[in-house]
C-alpha cells in the first residue's frame, strides 16, 4: 500500500450532471429560487453522485471510538470508563446514533480502535487495539506514527466497506471521552488559533472546568504548535485522537472513491478539516449536517467555508447531526426529482 495512499488524486466532481440538475431545478412548478438552500442540496448531490436527479437510499454510519491521555488533566465531565460503555450500547440498540441508524435504515458499523478497559473484543465491533488510548498531549505526542497511520488506514477501510457497499453517502461518528479537547487542540493548530477560540464545555463542564480545559490545550500547543502548525499529518499525530485520525482517514478515502460524506458536529469537523489540509481535492466531497452547540464548531465550519444544514442546539457527536439531515438530504432529492416540470403540468412559466 502506498506510503502516503492520502495524497491520491480525489475524484472530479461531474460537472455536466451538474449543468442537468441546474437546468431541471430552472423548469419546476415553483418561483426560481423558492425552495431556497433544498435547491443547490439537490444540486451539489447531483454533481457529487453523477446524475441529474441523484437519490439516497443507503447512508453509511460509521462510529469510531478512542480514549484520551489528556482526560487526566481533569477535561471532561464524565468517567473515561464510559466510551467502551458505550461500545456496548451502541451495538445493543440504546445509544442516539443506534435509534437514528434503526430509524433511516442505514448500516451502523462501531469500530474501537483503542479504548480503556479490560481488553476482552466486544460483540459486533471492529477492534483495532491501538493501545489502552492516546498518550497525554500535554506531555509529548498523542500517537506514535504507527498509531497514527494505522488509524488513518482503519479509517479507509471503513470508507471502501461503504463503496463497496453502494452506500449514498457516509457519516463519520466518533465516541471517545476527552475528544473535544483533542479536537480543539488540533483545530488550533490546523488553524493557528489560541485555544480560546475553540474550548467549550463538552459534555457540560461549568466555567470554571471550561477555562482549566482553555489552560491545559494552550499548554499542549506551547508544547507541539511550532511542528504541528507546519504540517497536518503531524498536528494530528501530537494532538489528535484514534478516533479523530481514523475519521480524517476515512474522509480522505470516500473523496479518492468519490463518495459524498455528511459531516457531523465539532469533533467530525475537525478531523474533516485535517483530511483538507491533508488532500484539499476532499473539500468538494462534504456536506455539513449541522452546526453543533460547541462554540468552536462554528470557526472550523467558517475555516472550511461550510454552510451546515440544521442548527438545532445539539451537542452529542457520534454522527447524530449529519444523521438528522438525511431526511432533508432525502426530501430535497425527491423534490428535484418528482416535481413535475412547467411543461409537464401546463403551468405558464414566469415571462423571460
Ligand atoms: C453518555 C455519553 C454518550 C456520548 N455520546 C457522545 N458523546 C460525546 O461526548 C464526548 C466528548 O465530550 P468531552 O470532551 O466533554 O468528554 C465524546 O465521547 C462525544 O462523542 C458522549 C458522551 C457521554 C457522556
Ligand atoms: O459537536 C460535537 O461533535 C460534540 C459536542 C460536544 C460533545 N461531543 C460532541
Same mark, same amino acid.
Given at each position: 500500500?502506498?506510503?502516503?495512499?492520502?495524497?491520491?488524486?480525489? *475524484?472530479?466532481?461531474?460537472?455536466?450532471?451538474? *449543468?442537468?440538475?441546474?437546468?431541471?431545478?430552472?423548469?419546476?412548478?415553483?418561483?426560481?429560487?423558492?425552495?431556497?438552500?433544498?435547491?443547490?442540496?439537490?444540486?451539489?448531490?447531483?454533481?457529487?453522485?453523477?446524475?441529474?436527479?441523484?437519490?439516497?437510499?443507503?447512508?453509511?454510519?460509521?462510529?469510531?471510538?478512542?480514549?484520551?491521555?489528556?482526560?487526566?488533566?481533569?477535561?471532561?465531565?464524565?468517567?473515561?470508563?464510559?466510551?467502551?460503555?458505550?461500545?456496548?450500547?451502541?451495538?445493543?440498540?440504546?445509544?442516539?446514533?443506534?435509534?437514528?441508524?434503526?430509524?433511516? *435504515?442505514? !448500516?451502523?458499523?462501531?469500530?474501537?480502535?483503542?479504548?480503556?478497559?479490560?481488553?476482552?473484543?466486544?460483540?459486533?465491533?471492529?477492534?483495532?487495539?491501538?493501545?489502552?488510548?492516546?498518550?497525554?498531549?500535554?506531555?509529548?505526542?498523542?500517537?506514535?506514527?504507527?498509531?497514527?497511520?494505522?488509524?488513518?488506514?482503519?479509517? !479507509?477501510?471503513?470508507?471502501?466497506?461503504?463503496?463497496?457497499?453502494?452506500?449514498?453517502?457516509?457519516?463519520?461518528?466518533?465516541?471517545?471521552?476527552?475528544?473535544?479537547?483533542?479536537?480543539?487542540?488540533?483545530?488550533?493548530?490546523?488553524?493557528?488559533?489560541?485555544?480560546?477560540?475553540?474550548?467549550?464545555?463538552?459534555?457540560?463542564?461549568?466555567?470554571?472546568?471550561?477555562?482549566?480545559?482553555?489552560?491545559?490545550?494552550?499548554?499542549?500547543?506551547?508544547?507541539?504548535?511550532?511542528?504541528?502548525?507546519?504540517?497536518?499529518?503531524?498536528?494530528? !499525530?501530537?494532538?489528535?485522537?484514534?478516533?479523530?485520525?481514523?475519521?480524517?482517514?476515512?474522509?480522505?478515502?470516500?473523496?479518492?472513491?468519490?463518495?459524498?460524506?455528511?459531516?457531523?458536529?465539532?469533533?467530525?469537523?475537525?478531523?474533516?478539516?485535517?483530511?483538507? *489540509?491533508?488532500?484539499?481535492?476532499? !473539500?468538494?466531497?462534504?456536506?455539513?449536517?449541522?452546526?453543533?452547540?460547541?462554540?468552536?464548531?462554528?470557526?472550523?465550519?467558517?475555516?472550511?467555508?461550510?454552510?451546515?444544514?440544521?442548527?438545532?442546539?445539539?451537542?452529542?457527536?457520534?454522527?447524530?447531526?449529519?444523521?438528522?439531515?438525511?431526511?432533508?438530504?432525502?426530501?430535497?432529492?425527491?423534490?428535484?426529482?418528482?416535481?413535475?416540470?412547467?411543461?409537464?403540468?401546463?403551468?405558464?412559466?414566469?415571462?423571460?
Amino acid at each position: 500500500m502506498n506510503e502516503q495512499w492520502w495524497l491520491a488524486p480525489c *475524484q472530479p466532481i461531474d460537472h455536466v450532471a451538474r *449543468q442537468k440538475a441546474e437546468q431541471r431545478q430552472a423548469r419546476l412548478t415553483k418561483p426560481t429560487g423558492a425552495l431556497g438552500r433544498l435547491e443547490q442540496l439537490a444540486i451539489d448531490l447531483a454533481a457529487l453522485q453523477g446524475r441529474e436527479c441523484p437519490h439516497l437510499e443507503q447512508p453509511w454510519i460509521a462510529v469510531f471510538a478512542g480514549d484520551h491521555g489528556v482526560v487526566e488533566e481533569g477535561v471532561s465531565a464524565y468517567p473515561q470508563a464510559v466510551t467502551r460503555q458505550m461500545l456496548h450500547n451502541f451495538v445493543a440498540g440504546g445509544a442516539a446514533i443506534s435509534v437514528l441508524a434503526h430509524q433511516l *435504515q442505514a !448500516r451502523l458499523e462501531v469500530i474501537d480502535l483503542g479504548t480503556a478497559g479490560d481488553g476482552e473484543p466486544l460483540g459486533g465491533v471492529h477492534s483495532y487495539g491501538l493501545g489502552p488510548g492516546t498518550a497525554n498531549f500535554t506531555r509529548g505526542p498523542a500517537m506514535t506514527d504507527e498509531q497514527c497511520r494505522a488509524a488513518l488506514a482503519a479509517g !479507509r477501510a471503513s470508507a471502501e466497506r461503504a463503496h463497496q457497499a453502494r452506500a449514498g453517502v457516509y457519516i463519520g461518528g466518533e465516541m471517545g471521552i476527552g475528544n473535544t479537547t483533542a479536537a480543539a487542540a488540533l483545530g488550533c493548530a490546523l488553524l493557528d488559533l489560541p485555544a480560546l477560540a475553540l474550548t467549550g464545555a463538552g459534555t457540560g463542564l461549568n466555567a470554571a472546568a471550561v477555562a482549566h480545559k482553555q489552560r491545559v490545550i494552550d499548554s499542549a500547543l506551547l508544547l507541539h504548535q511550532q511542528v504541528a502548525s507546519q504540517d497536518p499529518l503531524e498536528a494530528l !499525530r501530537r494532538l489528535g485522537g484514534f478516533e479523530i485520525a481514523a475519521l480524517s482517514g476515512a474522509f480522505v478515502s470516500c473523496a479518492l472513491h468519490g463518495l459524498p460524506v455528511l459531516v457531523d458536529g465539532f469533533i467530525a469537523t475537525v478531523a474533516a478539516l485535517c483530511a483538507v *489540509q491533508l488532500n484539499p481535492g476532499v !473539500r468538494p466531497w462534504l456536506l455539513f449536517g449541522h452546526r453543533s452547540a460547541e462554540p468552536g464548531h462554528t470557526y472550523v465550519l467558517q475555516a472550511l467555508k461550510g454552510e451546515p444544514l440544521l442548527d438545532l442546539g445539539l451537542r452529542l457527536g457520534e454522527g447524530s447531526g449529519a444523521a438528522l439531515a438525511v431526511p432533508l438530504l432525502r426530501l430535497a432529492c425527491s423534490l428535484h426529482g418528482g416535481m413535475a416540470t412547467f411543461a409537464e403540468a401546463h403551468v405558464s412559466d414566469r415571462p423571460t
